[in-house]
């Protein structure tokens, strides 16, 4: 996270310094639109980079790239005009630092974002949890746990 958030700093000050006197019109989003569509893309993106860059039942997919970048862009295109459409604290802090976003309305991306990951990694975790197969072997029942998530079963 701090490497995230120096490389937003990094990159917000570069912008400035290339943009020159560039005048910024800071987004002044309404708090619980803001709040809504922050946590819903924020747990569209982190359930779909779960279920696709790090799943076993996805290992050897060169296409998880397509998934995540589609995922951005239909958020951004979606609510990028409610919210800014961050969808990433280390964002949110970039474009604070440019002044596209005011920094007293930090808050609302920091909330929404870390809410929304939390619990797209809590609906993965229950989603994916392993399946429980028990079979006989040579006269004994073994308890094996697989890889598998409940929709592959």
Not at 78 to 86: D, F
Not at 100 to 119: E, H, K, M, R, T
Request: aromatic share 10%; with cysteine; charged share 5%.
């Amino acid at each position: 996270m701090v490497s995230q958030v120096s490389g937003a700093v990094v990159a917000a000050f570069a912008v400035k310094f290339l943009k020159g006197g560039s005048v910024v019109t800071p987004l002044q989003p309404t708090t619980l639109p803001a709040l809504v569509a922050e946590f819903l893309f924020t747990f569209a993106l982190v359930y779909v980079v779960l279920n696709t860059a790090t799943a076993k039942g996805t290992s050897g997919n060169s296409f998880y790239g397509l998934a995540i970048g589609f995922t951005v862009l239909v958020g951004a295109f979606s609510v990028g005009n409610i919210s800014g459409g961050a969808f990433n604290p280390a964002v949110a802090v970039g474009i604070s630092c440019i002044g596209l976003s005011p920094w007293q309305n930090i808050w609302i991306y920091l909330v929404a974002d870390f809410l929304g990951g939390a619990v797209a990694a809590g609906a993965f975790k229950a989603v994916s949890t392993p399946i429980c197969l028990v079979r006989h072997i040579d006269g004994r029942l073994v308890v094996e746990r697989g890889p598998q998530t409940m929709a592959q079963s």
